[in-house]
């Protein structure tokens, strides 16, 4: 196993943060510490990343991101703050658009990167059928956006973690003596939507309550419309989960026309927790997920692989926000 920062710190008896600046030649390093690391390199035979060299050396300044499909919202506003980021540390953002989930196409994408010689990747895992085409990566360090639990060998792994804060939402719920609920979820095709789907079919299990899950379509407002109507046919259950708050949006919509409104009539919760999620009427509890420090996480991580780390998996907390949707007032 080849030595990383971290053994090289610790031999020198130094900080990982120190032995950088060494790499990068840093002058607020002292000429002791400096010769006491550089003797550490030598022991280990460490051998810094070509790409932090390079970076350090300002010859190349591109990252890649390979996105898979249509974006949900979630999508989009990670590939928008990743790109403020990215731009934040001087980096430019090359972009390769797999136009459908097909392996020839994202093959395609991830050769163009090949050939413009980024620095490092970041790829959109929406679907878990393509997990094997992101492991054949090996180009430069990789990292791999996915909300389940996928070890790989060749990227890291960072998502959020999907079933804490529908799980937080569910407890909300039955605290309130709800007994009868409803997912309405997003695309099951999408990681994420078959990652909800798992958790609310085995936590309400769990806890003895029945489940009840509609749509596995889109994630437009729209199809959560199309979804609540069809549920009005069968009778208006106590309390609605949605797969994102456009879903929510929809049922609003849906609901409203038959005269029934959440906090009151019904008890309605959405995942994401968009900025208009607050503002609307009644304000709309969600699920909450940290775009900005997701893509915050992702960009320290590529820092820390050009610096020699080893690939890792780990995943950021969701977080439920109950506003007046979700809790009946007379």
């Not at 506003?77 to 790109?83: D, R």
């Not at 596995?216 to 069809?230: H, L, S």
């Not at 708050?245 to 995942?271: S, V």
Request: hydrophobic content about 40%; aromatic content about 8%.
């Amino acid at each position: 196993m080849h030595a990383v920062m971290s053994d090289v710190a610790r031999l020198a008896g130094v900080s990982a943060q120190t032995v950088s600046r060494v790499i990068h030649n840093h002058p607020s390093v002292r000429e002791a510490t400096r010769q006491r690391v550089l003797d550490a390199m030598r022991e280990l035979d460490y051998r810094p990343n070509a790409a932090a060299q390079m970076l350090a050396s300002g010859s190349s300044q591109s990252i890649g991101v390979v996105t898979v499909g249509p974006m949900t919202h979630g999508l989009t506003k990670v590939f928008s703050e990743l790109q403020f980021h990215a731009r934040n540390r001087g980096w430019n953002v090359v972009t390769a658009s797999a136009e459908k989930p097909q392996a020839s196409m994202l093959k395609a994408s991830i050769d163009y990167l090949r050939s413009r010689q980024v620095l490092a990747a970041v790829f959109f895992a929406q679907h878990a059928e393509l997990l094997p085409v992101f492991q054949t990566w090996n180009h430069a360090p990789g990292v791999l956006l996915c909300s389940a639990q996928h070890q790989m060998p060749s990227v890291s792994t960072i998502g959020i973690d999907q079933v804490s804060g529908l799980q937080q939402a569910l407890n909300h719920l039955w605290e309130q003596g709800v007994e009868d609920t409803v997912l309405i979820n997003g695309n099951l095709t999408y990681i994420d939507a078959a990652e909800r789907s798992a958790t609310y079919q085995r936590y309400s299990r769990l806890h003895g309550k029945a489940v009840s899950q509609w749509g596995g379509e889109g994630w437009g407002a729209v199809d959560g419309y199309n979804a609540a109507q069809r549920i009005l046919r069968q009778g208006l259950p106590e309390a609605i989960l949605c797969g994102n708050d456009k879903i929510a949006i929809g049922c609003y919509r849906a609901f409203a026309q038959k005269d029934l409104i959440a906090g009151r009539d019904y008890r309605l919760i959405g995942f994401d927790d968009d900025e208009t999620s607050a503002y609307l009427t009644p304000s709309l509890s969600s699920v909450r997920q940290d775009f900005s420090l997701l893509a915050e996480t992702v960009l320290a991580e590529l820092t820390a692989l050009f610096d020699g780390a080893e690939h890792r998996m780990f995943h950021l907390d969701s977080e439920f926000i109950a506003r007046e949707s979700s809790v009946l007032r007379p």
